[in-house]
Protein backbone atom coordinates (compact mmCIF):
# COMPACT_ATOMS: atom_id res chain seq x y z
CA UNK A 1 0.00 0.00 0.00
CA UNK A 2 1.67 3.28 -1.00
CA UNK A 3 1.84 5.79 2.08
CA UNK A 4 0.40 9.47 0.82
CA UNK A 5 1.76 12.56 2.46
CA UNK A 6 0.01 15.50 2.18
CA UNK A 7 3.00 17.91 2.66
CA UNK A 8 5.81 16.30 1.17
CA UNK A 9 6.08 16.45 -2.39
CA UNK A 10 6.98 13.62 -4.58
CA UNK A 11 9.25 15.86 -7.07
CA UNK A 12 11.92 16.63 -3.87
CA UNK A 13 15.12 15.74 -4.63
CA UNK A 14 17.75 17.10 -2.81
CA UNK A 15 19.00 15.35 0.68
CA UNK A 16 16.47 15.92 3.52
CA UNK A 17 14.73 14.44 6.08
CA UNK A 18 10.63 15.02 6.75
CA UNK A 19 8.92 14.54 9.17
CA UNK A 20 5.42 15.24 8.75
CA UNK A 21 2.64 14.56 11.24
CA UNK A 22 -1.21 13.76 11.24
CA UNK A 23 -3.49 13.28 13.98
CA UNK A 24 -5.09 10.37 13.20
CA UNK A 25 -7.33 7.82 15.73
CA UNK A 26 -5.18 4.42 16.86
CA UNK A 27 -5.24 1.74 19.33
CA UNK A 28 -6.85 -1.28 19.19
CA UNK A 29 -9.23 -0.49 16.80
CA UNK A 30 -12.23 0.56 19.15
CA UNK A 31 -12.70 2.91 21.68
CA UNK A 32 -13.68 1.64 25.11
CA UNK A 33 -17.21 3.28 26.73
CA UNK A 34 -16.59 5.41 29.93
CA UNK A 35 -19.23 4.10 32.21
CA UNK A 36 -21.20 6.81 34.14
CA UNK A 37 -23.48 6.26 36.98
CA UNK A 38 -26.66 8.63 37.34
CA UNK A 39 -28.24 7.79 40.49
CA UNK A 40 -31.60 9.96 41.21
CA UNK A 41 -33.11 10.72 44.65
CA UNK A 42 -34.42 12.74 47.33
CA UNK A 43 -32.21 15.46 49.84
CA UNK A 44 -33.09 16.64 53.01
CA UNK A 45 -35.10 19.55 54.12
CA UNK A 46 -32.80 22.60 54.07
CA UNK A 47 -30.73 21.62 51.36
CA UNK A 48 -31.06 23.33 47.81
CA UNK A 49 -29.30 21.42 45.12
CA UNK A 50 -30.59 22.28 41.39
CA UNK A 51 -33.62 20.17 40.83
CA UNK A 52 -33.30 17.84 37.89
CA UNK A 53 -29.56 19.00 36.97
CA UNK A 54 -26.90 15.79 37.02
CA UNK A 55 -23.86 16.39 38.99
CA UNK A 56 -20.79 14.47 39.58
CA UNK A 57 -20.14 14.03 42.86
CA UNK A 58 -16.18 13.37 43.93
CA UNK A 59 -16.80 12.12 48.06
CA UNK A 60 -18.66 11.61 50.51
CA UNK A 61 -18.37 15.39 52.08
CA UNK A 62 -19.24 16.49 48.63
CA UNK A 63 -22.22 14.88 48.59
CA UNK A 64 -23.17 15.59 52.77
CA UNK A 65 -22.69 19.28 51.68
CA UNK A 66 -25.01 19.03 48.78
CA UNK A 67 -27.87 16.79 49.80
CA UNK A 68 -27.27 16.17 53.86
CA UNK A 69 -26.18 13.37 55.36
CA UNK A 70 -28.72 10.70 56.43
CA UNK A 71 -30.79 11.53 52.77
CA UNK A 72 -31.97 9.11 50.54
CA UNK A 73 -29.11 10.76 47.62
CA UNK A 74 -26.33 10.87 50.01
CA UNK A 75 -26.58 7.06 51.09
CA UNK A 76 -26.92 5.89 47.91
CA UNK A 77 -24.03 7.73 46.72
CA UNK A 78 -21.97 6.85 49.32
CA UNK A 79 -22.27 2.92 49.21
CA UNK A 80 -21.56 3.90 45.02
CA UNK A 81 -18.29 5.47 45.80
CA UNK A 82 -17.17 2.80 47.71
CA UNK A 83 -17.83 0.23 45.31
CA UNK A 84 -18.22 1.66 41.66
CA UNK A 85 -13.95 1.03 41.04
CA UNK A 86 -13.86 4.79 39.83
CA UNK A 87 -16.95 4.60 37.45
CA UNK A 88 -17.87 8.51 38.09
CA UNK A 89 -21.34 8.44 40.29
CA UNK A 90 -23.64 11.55 39.16
CA UNK A 91 -26.51 12.33 41.43
CA UNK A 92 -29.97 13.52 40.10
CA UNK A 93 -31.30 15.60 43.13
CA UNK A 94 -35.26 15.56 43.26
CA UNK A 95 -37.35 17.67 45.47
CA UNK A 96 -40.26 16.04 47.35
CA UNK A 97 -43.30 16.16 45.52
CA UNK A 98 -46.04 18.90 46.49
CA UNK A 99 -48.23 16.61 47.81
CA UNK A 100 -45.83 13.94 49.63
CA UNK A 101 -46.56 12.16 52.75
CA UNK A 102 -43.59 11.17 55.37
CA UNK A 103 -43.44 7.75 56.12
CA UNK A 104 -43.30 6.97 59.81
CA UNK A 105 -43.37 4.35 62.10
CA UNK A 106 -42.61 3.51 65.78
CA UNK A 107 -41.45 1.47 68.94
CA UNK A 108 -43.11 1.30 72.09
CA UNK A 109 -41.55 0.77 75.23
CA UNK A 110 -43.62 -0.57 78.14
CA UNK A 111 -42.04 -0.94 81.52
CA UNK A 112 -39.27 -0.26 83.62
CA UNK A 113 -35.66 -2.12 83.54
CA UNK A 114 -34.62 -3.47 86.75
CA UNK A 115 -31.62 -4.17 85.66
CA UNK A 116 -28.85 -2.54 83.29
CA UNK A 117 -28.60 -3.60 79.87
CA UNK A 118 -28.47 -2.77 76.25
CA UNK A 119 -31.50 -2.19 73.63
CA UNK A 120 -30.47 -3.33 70.11
CA UNK A 121 -32.57 -0.85 67.66
CA UNK A 122 -31.71 -1.55 63.79
CA UNK A 123 -32.73 1.15 60.92
CA UNK A 124 -31.87 -0.81 57.59
CA UNK A 125 -30.27 -3.48 59.51
CA UNK A 126 -27.59 -1.11 61.31
CA UNK A 127 -27.11 -1.33 64.58
CA UNK A 128 -28.10 1.34 67.46
CA UNK A 129 -27.11 0.54 70.56
CA UNK A 130 -29.25 2.03 73.52
CA UNK A 131 -28.29 1.92 76.94
CA UNK A 132 -30.45 1.26 79.56
CA UNK A 133 -29.81 2.07 83.62
CA UNK A 134 -31.46 0.30 86.04
CA UNK A 135 -35.20 1.71 87.30
CA UNK A 136 -35.43 3.69 84.00
CA UNK A 137 -38.73 3.68 83.32
CA UNK A 138 -40.49 3.73 78.94
CA UNK A 139 -39.79 7.47 79.24
CA UNK A 140 -36.41 7.42 79.69
CA UNK A 141 -35.69 4.39 77.89
CA UNK A 142 -37.73 6.23 75.28
CA UNK A 143 -35.71 9.70 75.50
CA UNK A 144 -32.36 7.43 75.04
CA UNK A 145 -33.34 5.99 72.09
CA UNK A 146 -34.26 9.21 70.38
CA UNK A 147 -30.69 10.23 71.62
CA UNK A 148 -29.05 7.49 69.74
CA UNK A 149 -31.08 7.46 67.17
CA UNK A 150 -30.66 11.15 66.14
CA UNK A 151 -26.94 11.08 67.25
CA UNK A 152 -26.28 9.33 64.28
CA UNK A 153 -26.88 11.33 61.27
CA UNK A 154 -26.52 9.01 58.23
CA UNK A 155 -29.32 7.41 59.16
CA UNK A 156 -32.32 7.65 56.82
CA UNK A 157 -34.64 8.62 59.98
CA UNK A 158 -35.40 10.92 63.00
CA UNK A 159 -36.55 10.18 65.53
CA UNK A 160 -38.77 12.09 68.65
CA UNK A 161 -40.08 10.50 71.95
CA UNK A 162 -43.32 10.53 73.51
CA UNK A 163 -43.74 8.61 76.87
CA UNK A 164 -42.02 5.72 75.75
CA UNK A 165 -43.84 5.76 72.17
CA UNK A 166 -40.76 6.77 69.85
CA UNK A 167 -41.94 7.77 66.44
CA UNK A 168 -39.60 7.29 63.62
CA UNK A 169 -39.99 9.92 60.33
CA UNK A 170 -38.04 9.55 57.32
CA UNK A 171 -35.63 12.50 55.86
CA UNK A 172 -37.82 12.40 52.67
CA UNK A 173 -41.43 12.37 51.43
CA UNK A 174 -42.55 9.85 49.53
CA UNK A 175 -43.71 5.97 49.38
CA UNK A 176 -39.90 5.04 49.21
CA UNK A 177 -40.12 5.87 52.89
CA UNK A 178 -42.30 3.28 53.28
CA UNK A 179 -39.24 0.56 52.69
CA UNK A 180 -37.14 1.61 55.86
CA UNK A 181 -36.73 -1.27 57.76
CA UNK A 182 -36.89 -0.62 61.95
CA UNK A 183 -36.71 -3.96 64.21
CA UNK A 184 -35.16 -4.79 67.32
CA UNK A 185 -32.98 -7.56 68.35
CA UNK A 186 -31.38 -9.25 64.70
CA UNK A 187 -28.86 -10.81 66.38
CA UNK A 188 -29.08 -14.09 68.59
CA UNK A 189 -26.68 -11.65 71.33
CA UNK A 190 -29.33 -9.22 71.32
CA UNK A 191 -31.63 -9.17 74.62
CA UNK A 192 -34.20 -7.14 76.00
CA UNK A 193 -33.15 -5.90 79.40
CA UNK A 194 -34.62 -7.39 82.19
CA UNK A 195 -38.05 -5.73 83.62
CA UNK A 196 -38.76 -4.29 80.81
CA UNK A 197 -42.47 -5.89 80.01
CA UNK A 198 -42.22 -5.25 75.78
CA UNK A 199 -40.53 -3.61 72.99
CA UNK A 200 -42.98 -3.54 70.18
CA UNK A 201 -42.07 -2.16 66.56
CA UNK A 202 -44.78 -0.66 64.01
CA UNK A 203 -42.82 -0.91 61.36
CA UNK A 204 -42.09 2.65 58.66
CA UNK A 205 -44.86 3.15 56.80
CA UNK A 206 -47.80 1.07 59.04
CA UNK A 207 -48.15 4.65 61.07
CA UNK A 208 -48.15 6.90 58.62
CA UNK A 209 -48.07 5.20 55.37
CA UNK A 210 -45.45 7.61 52.57
CA UNK A 211 -47.30 8.41 49.78
CA UNK A 212 -45.84 10.16 46.52
CA UNK A 213 -42.87 9.98 45.26
CA UNK A 214 -41.11 12.66 42.77
CA UNK A 215 -41.82 12.48 39.45
CA UNK A 216 -38.69 11.19 36.91
CA UNK A 217 -39.97 12.51 33.82
CA UNK A 218 -38.28 16.39 34.10
CA UNK A 219 -34.86 14.88 35.46
CA UNK A 220 -35.36 11.96 32.40
CA UNK A 221 -35.97 13.96 30.06
CA UNK A 222 -32.95 16.47 30.29
CA UNK A 223 -29.62 13.90 30.40
CA UNK A 224 -29.20 15.19 26.65
CA UNK A 225 -26.33 14.12 25.34
CA UNK A 226 -24.51 12.44 28.19
CA UNK A 227 -23.99 8.98 28.51
CA UNK A 228 -24.88 7.31 31.26
CA UNK A 229 -24.43 3.57 31.20
CA UNK A 230 -26.26 2.79 34.60
CA UNK A 231 -29.80 4.27 35.97
CA UNK A 232 -30.00 3.99 39.29
CA UNK A 233 -33.68 4.04 40.03
CA UNK A 234 -34.80 4.27 43.94
CA UNK A 235 -38.53 4.20 43.46
CA UNK A 236 -40.76 0.85 42.61
CA UNK A 237 -43.94 2.05 42.23
CA UNK A 238 -45.34 1.87 38.69
CA UNK A 239 -45.04 5.60 37.70
CA UNK A 240 -41.44 5.57 38.28
CA UNK A 241 -40.94 2.19 36.55
CA UNK A 242 -42.51 3.75 33.55
CA UNK A 243 -40.89 7.16 33.15
CA UNK A 244 -37.57 5.13 33.22
CA UNK A 245 -38.60 2.65 30.83
CA UNK A 246 -40.15 5.76 28.52
CA UNK A 247 -36.43 7.38 28.83
CA UNK A 248 -34.70 3.93 27.65
CA UNK A 249 -37.05 4.31 24.48
CA UNK A 250 -36.43 7.80 23.47
CA UNK A 251 -32.54 6.82 24.33
CA UNK A 252 -32.43 4.32 22.36
CA UNK A 253 -33.43 6.42 19.71
CA UNK A 254 -30.22 5.82 16.57
CA UNK A 255 -30.09 9.36 16.52
CA UNK A 256 -29.28 9.52 20.17
CA UNK A 257 -28.10 5.94 21.18
CA UNK A 258 -28.11 6.34 25.06
CA UNK A 259 -28.93 3.09 26.31
CA UNK A 260 -28.77 2.15 29.89
CA UNK A 261 -29.14 -0.57 32.36
CA UNK A 262 -32.15 0.66 34.46
CA UNK A 263 -31.91 -0.99 38.04
CA UNK A 264 -33.68 -1.33 40.86
CA UNK A 265 -34.26 -3.06 43.91
CA UNK A 266 -36.90 -5.34 45.32
CA UNK A 267 -37.43 -6.88 48.66
CA UNK A 268 -40.77 -8.43 48.98
CA UNK A 269 -42.22 -11.68 48.54
CA UNK A 270 -41.38 -13.78 45.84
CA UNK A 271 -45.16 -14.34 45.43
CA UNK A 272 -45.26 -10.67 45.13
CA UNK A 273 -41.87 -10.43 42.67
CA UNK A 274 -43.62 -12.97 40.16
CA UNK A 275 -46.70 -10.67 40.44
CA UNK A 276 -44.91 -7.43 39.66
CA UNK A 277 -42.58 -8.85 36.88
CA UNK A 278 -46.14 -9.67 35.19
CA UNK A 279 -47.04 -6.17 34.89
CA UNK A 280 -43.42 -4.50 33.07
CA UNK A 281 -41.88 -5.38 29.60
CA UNK A 282 -39.13 -3.52 29.23
CA UNK A 283 -34.98 -3.69 28.64
CA UNK A 284 -34.72 -0.53 30.55
CA UNK A 285 -35.98 -2.36 33.88
CA UNK A 286 -33.76 -4.92 36.01
CA UNK A 287 -34.83 -5.88 39.29
CA UNK A 288 -31.91 -6.94 41.94
CA UNK A 289 -34.47 -9.10 44.30
CA UNK A 290 -33.23 -9.58 47.84
CA UNK A 291 -36.71 -11.06 49.22
CA UNK A 292 -37.42 -10.16 52.68
CA UNK A 293 -33.89 -8.31 53.31
CA UNK A 294 -33.55 -5.55 56.10
CA UNK A 295 -31.96 -3.64 53.06
CA UNK A 296 -33.98 -1.17 51.59
CA UNK A 297 -34.52 -1.26 47.82
CA UNK A 298 -32.95 1.94 47.14
CA UNK A 299 -29.79 1.04 48.66
CA UNK A 300 -29.93 -3.03 46.88
CA UNK A 301 -30.15 -0.77 43.77
CA UNK A 302 -27.28 1.59 44.42
CA UNK A 303 -24.71 -0.96 45.84
CA UNK A 304 -26.05 -3.29 42.74
CA UNK A 305 -25.54 -0.12 40.06
CA UNK A 306 -21.99 0.56 41.30
CA UNK A 307 -20.79 -3.29 41.14
CA UNK A 308 -22.58 -3.82 37.91
CA UNK A 309 -20.74 -0.62 36.58
CA UNK A 310 -17.02 -1.52 37.69
CA UNK A 311 -17.57 -4.78 36.02
CA UNK A 312 -18.89 -3.62 32.73
CA UNK A 313 -16.42 -1.13 32.43
CA UNK A 314 -13.60 -3.53 32.47
CA UNK A 315 -15.48 -7.12 31.00
CA UNK A 316 -18.50 -5.44 28.71
CA UNK A 317 -20.99 -8.24 28.49
CA UNK A 318 -19.43 -10.18 31.24
CA UNK A 319 -22.21 -11.73 33.56
CA UNK A 320 -21.34 -10.86 37.30
CA UNK A 321 -23.12 -13.94 39.31
CA UNK A 322 -21.37 -15.16 42.41
CA UNK A 323 -20.32 -11.55 43.21
CA UNK A 324 -21.38 -9.93 46.37
CA UNK A 325 -23.30 -7.07 46.40
CA UNK A 326 -21.49 -4.94 49.11
CA UNK A 327 -23.39 -3.66 52.07
CA UNK A 328 -26.48 -5.86 51.40
CA UNK A 329 -27.72 -7.88 54.05
CA UNK A 330 -29.40 -11.37 53.55
CA UNK A 331 -32.67 -12.75 54.49
CA UNK A 332 -32.04 -16.15 56.22
CA UNK A 333 -34.71 -18.74 55.59
CA UNK A 334 -35.69 -16.95 51.57
CA UNK A 335 -33.08 -19.19 49.69
CA UNK A 336 -35.27 -19.62 46.48
CA UNK A 337 -34.92 -23.49 44.89
CA UNK A 338 -33.44 -24.16 41.70
CA UNK A 339 -37.43 -23.97 40.10
CA UNK A 340 -38.28 -20.56 41.42
CA UNK A 341 -35.17 -19.01 40.30
CA UNK A 342 -35.83 -20.54 37.01
CA UNK A 343 -39.41 -19.12 36.73
CA UNK A 344 -38.24 -15.99 37.70
CA UNK A 345 -35.74 -15.45 34.95
CA UNK A 346 -38.42 -16.53 32.75
CA UNK A 347 -40.67 -13.94 33.82
CA UNK A 348 -38.21 -10.99 33.50
CA UNK A 349 -37.18 -11.40 36.42
CA UNK A 350 -33.58 -11.53 38.13
CA UNK A 351 -32.49 -13.56 41.62
CA UNK A 352 -29.87 -13.29 44.30
CA UNK A 353 -27.97 -15.97 46.74
CA UNK A 354 -27.88 -15.28 50.26
CA UNK A 355 -24.37 -16.68 51.69
CA UNK A 356 -23.74 -18.11 54.83
CA UNK A 357 -21.58 -14.86 56.05
CA UNK A 358 -24.71 -12.86 55.83
CA UNK A 359 -24.09 -11.12 52.49
CA UNK A 360 -25.82 -11.81 49.29
CA UNK A 361 -24.01 -12.13 45.58
CA UNK A 362 -25.56 -12.09 42.14
CA UNK A 363 -27.46 -14.46 40.03
CA UNK A 364 -28.89 -14.24 36.66
CA UNK A 365 -28.95 -10.62 36.10
CA UNK A 366 -32.46 -9.53 33.49
CA UNK A 367 -34.35 -7.34 32.21
CA UNK A 368 -38.09 -7.70 32.11
CA UNK A 369 -38.59 -7.62 28.34
CA UNK A 370 -40.13 -10.89 27.86
CA UNK A 371 -42.68 -10.19 24.75
CA UNK A 372 -42.19 -8.24 21.74
CA UNK A 373 -44.78 -5.41 21.00
CA UNK A 374 -46.73 -7.68 19.37
CA UNK A 375 -47.11 -10.56 22.03
CA UNK A 376 -44.67 -12.84 20.55
CA UNK A 377 -41.90 -14.27 23.35
CA UNK A 378 -38.65 -12.76 22.92
CA UNK A 379 -34.96 -13.97 24.77
CA UNK A 380 -33.43 -11.17 22.72
CA UNK A 381 -33.08 -9.04 25.98
CA UNK A 382 -33.90 -11.51 28.49
CA UNK A 383 -30.14 -11.34 30.23
CA UNK A 384 -28.89 -7.80 30.96
CA UNK A 385 -25.51 -8.09 29.85
CA UNK A 386 -27.07 -7.45 26.63
CA UNK A 387 -27.10 -4.13 27.34
CA UNK A 388 -23.26 -2.94 27.70
CA UNK A 389 -22.17 -5.50 24.99
CA UNK A 390 -24.50 -3.48 22.78
CA UNK A 391 -23.40 0.05 24.60
CA UNK A 392 -19.69 -0.65 23.93
CA UNK A 393 -20.27 -1.91 20.06
CA UNK A 394 -22.26 1.13 18.97
CA UNK A 395 -20.40 3.72 21.23
CA UNK A 396 -17.27 2.00 19.71
CA UNK A 397 -18.88 2.28 15.95
CA UNK A 398 -19.67 5.97 16.77
CA UNK A 399 -16.10 6.90 17.48
CA UNK A 400 -14.59 4.96 14.90
CA UNK A 401 -16.98 7.08 12.28
CA UNK A 402 -16.47 9.98 13.79
CA UNK A 403 -12.65 10.55 13.53
CA UNK A 404 -10.22 11.42 10.71
CA UNK A 405 -11.11 10.97 7.91
CA UNK A 406 -14.62 10.71 8.96
CA UNK A 407 -14.65 13.87 10.12
CA UNK A 408 -14.23 16.32 7.11
CA UNK A 409 -14.37 13.01 4.30
CA UNK A 410 -15.86 13.35 0.65
CA UNK A 411 -18.14 10.31 -0.93
CA UNK A 412 -16.53 8.31 -3.60
CA UNK A 413 -16.91 5.13 -5.18
CA UNK A 414 -14.59 1.97 -4.77
CA UNK A 415 -12.75 1.64 -7.83
CA UNK A 416 -8.54 2.72 -9.34
CA UNK A 417 -8.08 5.99 -9.36
CA UNK A 418 -5.88 8.10 -7.40
CA UNK A 419 -7.76 9.42 -4.32
CA UNK A 420 -7.33 11.99 -1.52
CA UNK A 421 -6.68 10.89 1.88
CA UNK A 422 -9.88 12.22 2.97
CA UNK A 423 -11.68 10.00 0.40
CA UNK A 424 -14.20 7.77 1.92
CA UNK A 425 -15.24 4.83 -0.05
CA UNK A 426 -17.68 1.96 1.08
CA UNK A 427 -14.82 -0.42 0.73
CA UNK A 428 -12.68 2.13 3.59
CA UNK A 429 -15.95 1.34 5.92
CA UNK A 430 -16.40 -2.02 5.64
CA UNK A 431 -12.67 -2.36 6.35
CA UNK A 432 -13.05 -0.16 9.82
CA UNK A 433 -16.11 -2.05 10.23
CA UNK A 434 -14.25 -5.47 9.91
CA UNK A 435 -11.36 -4.11 12.53
CA UNK A 436 -14.09 -3.30 14.69
CA UNK A 437 -15.76 -6.67 14.84
CA UNK A 438 -12.00 -8.44 15.19
CA UNK A 439 -11.96 -6.18 18.20
CA UNK A 440 -15.41 -7.27 19.69
CA UNK A 441 -14.48 -10.77 19.11
CA UNK A 442 -11.56 -10.42 21.09
CA UNK A 443 -13.32 -8.88 23.75
CA UNK A 444 -15.72 -11.69 23.68
CA UNK A 445 -18.55 -9.78 22.76
CA UNK A 446 -19.04 -11.26 19.42
CA UNK A 447 -19.18 -14.60 17.96
CA UNK A 448 -19.29 -16.43 14.40
CA UNK A 449 -16.68 -14.13 12.85
CA UNK A 450 -17.13 -15.71 9.44
CA UNK A 451 -20.65 -15.40 9.38
CA UNK A 452 -20.44 -11.44 10.34
CA UNK A 453 -17.48 -10.41 8.14
CA UNK A 454 -18.94 -12.45 4.95
CA UNK A 455 -22.69 -10.68 5.68
CA UNK A 456 -21.10 -7.14 6.01
CA UNK A 457 -22.63 -4.71 3.60
CA UNK A 458 -21.44 -1.12 2.86
CA UNK A 459 -22.98 0.85 0.40
CA UNK A 460 -23.62 4.36 -1.19
CA UNK A 461 -26.80 5.53 -0.27
CA UNK A 462 -29.27 5.31 -4.22
CA UNK A 463 -30.77 8.87 -2.84
CA UNK A 464 -28.02 10.72 -0.62
CA UNK A 465 -24.86 10.83 -2.44
CA UNK A 466 -23.19 12.35 1.06
CA UNK A 467 -24.21 9.18 3.09
CA UNK A 468 -22.43 5.17 3.30
CA UNK A 469 -24.53 2.51 4.58
CA UNK A 470 -23.27 0.14 6.58
CA UNK A 471 -25.13 -3.40 7.54
CA UNK A 472 -22.96 -5.34 10.50
CA UNK A 473 -24.84 -8.43 11.22
CA UNK A 474 -23.29 -9.09 14.72
CA UNK A 475 -23.99 -12.27 16.31
CA UNK A 476 -23.76 -11.41 19.89
CA UNK A 477 -22.12 -13.69 22.61
CA UNK A 478 -24.27 -15.43 25.29
CA UNK A 479 -23.22 -15.70 29.39
CA UNK A 480 -22.47 -18.66 30.11
CA UNK A 481 -25.68 -20.00 32.26
CA UNK A 482 -25.47 -23.81 31.88
CA UNK A 483 -23.47 -26.45 31.78
CA UNK A 484 -25.09 -29.65 31.08
CA UNK A 485 -23.32 -32.89 31.74
CA UNK A 486 -24.53 -36.57 31.21
CA UNK A 487 -22.87 -39.37 32.89
CA UNK A 488 -23.32 -42.86 31.39
CA UNK A 489 -22.94 -45.55 33.83
CA UNK A 490 -22.48 -49.38 33.94
CA UNK A 491 -20.80 -52.16 35.34
CA UNK A 492 -19.05 -54.24 32.66
CA UNK A 493 -20.66 -57.21 31.53
Known amino acids: MAITFNNVSPTRRASAVFVEQEAVT???????????????????????????????????????????????????VEIQLDNSGGVPVYAMPLADDGGAVTATGTIVVVGTASAAGTLAVYVEGKKISVAVAALDDATAIGDAIEAAVNADLDLPVTAANAVGTVTFTARWGGASGNQIDLS????????????????????MGDVVAGATNPVLTTALAGLGNTWYTEICNPYIDATSLTAMEAAGDDRDDPGVKRQFTGIVGYTDTYANFLTALGSRNSQWTTYIPVHGSVSSPYMIAAASSAVWADKQQTNPGR????????????????????????AAVIAGGSYTVNREDGTVQFGDVCTTRTTEDGGGVTEDWQFAVIIPNLQFKIYSAEQKFLGTPYDRGVVVSDGPGVKPTYAVTPNMVKGDAIKLVDAWIEMGLSTNRSEIIDNIVSEINGSNPGRIDLLIPDVASAGLRIVAVKLEWGFVS
Not at 196 to 201: E, K, L, Q, R, W
Open 184 to 203: INLADSDEIPAGITSVTVTN
Open 26 to 76: RGSGVSVIPHKILTLGQYNTGFTPTDNVAQLIISKDDAWTRYGRGSMLSRM
Open 319 to 342: PVKTLKIPGVISATGNDLTYSQRD
